[in-house]
């Protein structure tokens, strides 16, 4: 299994495959940069400066949870992290849009 297919962004993927496209093979493990966290990243991904969606969401979900304290600083944010959804490159706040945080990813980063 390469990726989740029935997903539009890979949430587990087989060792040794990038976690932020699912498609290539990873080349490194490599620190995020907004998460004490790191994943296997591929050349392609690295080259694009993308993250896993997952993790992305994971973080937008916590600063949800925790309010806003700069609105600039986040929007400015979500324009210039890169990720990876639907088979390609999009900003953060564009797979924002289309796959929007739910209220129950929010309320698990409130516990
Ligand atoms: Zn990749």
Known sequence: MRGRMNSPWPTKVDPGVCHTCGQEAMVGVFGLTEMPASAGMGERCLAERAEPFS???????????????????????????????DGEYVTLREALVRYPITPGEIAREKQ
């Open 55 to 85: 993790w992305l969401r994971r973080h937008v979900a916590l600063v949800a949870a925790k309010g806003v304290r700069d609105r600039a600083a986040y929007e400015n944010w979500l324009d210039k992290r890169k990720t990876y959804a």
